[in-house]
């Protein structure tokens, strides 16, 4: 045992599939469960810390919203500033959970660990697995060991950094992986076991002040010439992210546009392989990745696509000009 008086966690909920029941007039299961409700159904909870639960939203995963994100982050830093919570739990859908964890992480400043956990199965379902990894995700909250790591993100018995986890399928319980690195650690036999000491993959933004701002996605695909990006900027986004092809490649007709297009706001070239990280320095074609770097584009290193839209998201509703963005994003590729 870590010790033999018991840490207070704060649970919230947000919603998602670890939260639903049937519906009968949706013909499917919805949100609805609260996060009091959450705990209750959880045994042996209690011997491994007092709660708190808190229902934030009852919403699906794809419906979350930055606001949504700050509105949970600010919770979070109360409960450890003022209540003295140990950690902090946060439940939610696992369709975007990937996004959420690393935008908190953006911003999470505090030594206590603040976890997100959630489910691939419904409550009613055969092996619901929401109890396991709410229980799992506050003995992570409540280790001492995890303390300085970060937002932490906590499925089937495994613990992944905010920063490199991703959801590699849809529908399994084992959908969770981080490819780059491998799971930080598990928990066995009730206790959270590390494979490395703590380490704060995600150095902190300061403050959001301007959450207005928009940043659109657009993956690459056979014979695309670009012209959805003429699109993205006259609707006004305030940056764009390209899933490109392989290490971050586009086709020559596509490349063409990207002189102009760096012109008129931040773009990112992000890879859509699923693994590994755009290169840097390799392929010198037009549409390459020296080719667009030389146009003004940036490119996105290990960040997935999605994370690399939250990362310049975040940069840009944090304040930092356009151009510090490379300084900036450097900080994060060698992270």
């Not at 469960?33 to 699906?60: K, N, R, Y």
């Not at 319980?173 to 076991?193: D, H, I, N, W, Y």
């Not at 995600?202 to 657009?218: C, D, F, K, N, S």
């Not at 959805?228 to 899933?243: F, H």
Request: hydrophobic share 45%.
């Amino acid at each position: 045992m870590y010790a033999m008086t018991l840490p207070l966690i704060a649970i919230a909920s947000l919603g998602g599939t670890i939260s639903m029941t049937p519906d009968a007039a949706s013909g499917g299961v919805v949100p609805r469960l609260d996060a009091a409700q959450l705990v209750a159904s959880v045994s042996g909870l209690g011997d491994v810390a007092h709660i708190t639960a808190t229902s934030l939203f009852q919403l699906p995963s794809a419906a979350i919203a930055p606001a949504h994100v700050s509105a949970a982050l600010h919770w979070a830093e109360q409960q450890i500033d003022e209540t003295g919570a140990q950690g902090v739990v946060l439940t939610q859908g696992t369709d975007t959970i990937e996004e959420t964890a690393f935008l908190l992480d953006l911003y999470w400043r505090r030594e206590e660990p603040l976890v997100v956990v959630g489910a691939m199965r419904a409550p009613q379902s055969a092996g619901a697995d929401g109890p396991a990894n709410l229980l799992a995700g506050v003995r992570v909250a409540a280790a001492p060991p995890s303390r300085g790591r970060g937002v932490l993100v906590v499925l089937n018995d495994t613990v992944h950094a905010a920063r490199w986890v991703r959801k590699r399928h849809s529908m399994l319980v084992q959908a969770f992986a981080s490819p780059e690195t491998g799971p930080l650690g598990m928990v066995v036999e009730g206790q959270a076991r590390y494979f490395q000491p703590a380490h704060r993959w995600t150095p902190p933004l300061p403050p959001i002040m301007h959450a207005q701002r928009r940043v659109a996605l657009l993956q690459t695909w056979l014979g695309d010439d670009g012209e959805l990006t003429e699109l993205a900027r006259q609707a006004g986004y305030d940056g764009l992210v390209i899933a490109g092809a392989g290490a971050g490649h586009v086709p020559f007709a596509y490349a063409e546009r990207f002189d102009a297009l760096c012109a008129a706001l931040p773009v990112v070239v992000a890879g859509r392989t699923g693994a590994g990280p755009t290169a840097h320095a390799t392929y010198g074609y037009v549409g390459s990745e020296i080719d667009l770097a030389r146009r003004g584009a940036l490119v996105a290193g290990w960040l997935s696509p999605i994370k690399a839209r939250i990362l310049l998201w975040a940069l840009l509703a944090s304040g930092v000009e356009r151009g510090d963005l490379a300084m900036h994003w450097a900080r994060y590729d060698s992270h």
